[in-house]
Nanobody, 119 residues
Framework: QVQIVESGGGLVQPGGSLRLSCAASGSIFSIYAMGWYRQAPGKQRELVALITSGGSTNYADSVKGRFTISRDVAKNSVYLQMNSLKPEDTAVYYC?????????????WGQGTQVTVSS
């Protein structure tokens, strides 16, 4: 069994910053990639940022230059530093991990953390 737990969401004013954290725990044999997705009300879930086991990163165009994804391999953790936040960044942010557990390779999701950007 694998658990994905996010933290760090909250309410922030436009132009502010937040840092999201995500930790994977349990019967993990290897992690291929971890990423952040978000879903705003009435919209589809979209990729925000992704980091692979080799350290390659990928960002949505809307967050390039403002958000930074990083990881701590020893802790099976990934972080999302969000700067210059805009109201349109308001969403529930989900962490996922593409990994091999004790049975097979599969994708795990966290429960989500709310980020609200508002004055």
């Amino acid at each position: 069994q694998v658990q994905i737990v996010e933290s760090g969401g909250g309410l922030v004013q436009p132009g502010g910053s937040l840092r999201l954290s995500c930790a994977a725990s349990g019967s993990i044999f290897s992690i291929y990639a971890m990423g952040w997705y978000r879903q705003a009300p009435g919209k589809q879930r979209e990729l925000v940022a992704l980091i692979t086991s080799g350290g390659s990163t990928n960002y949505a165009d809307s967050v390039k230059g403002r958000f930074t994804i990083s990881r701590d391999v020893a802790k099976n953790s990934v972080y999302l530093q969000m700067n210059s936040l805009k109201p349109e960044d308001t969403a529930v942010y989900y962490c996922n991990a593409d990994l091999r557990d004790s049975v097979r390779k599969q994708l795990y999701w966290g429960q989500g953390t709310q980020v609200t950007v508002s004055s």
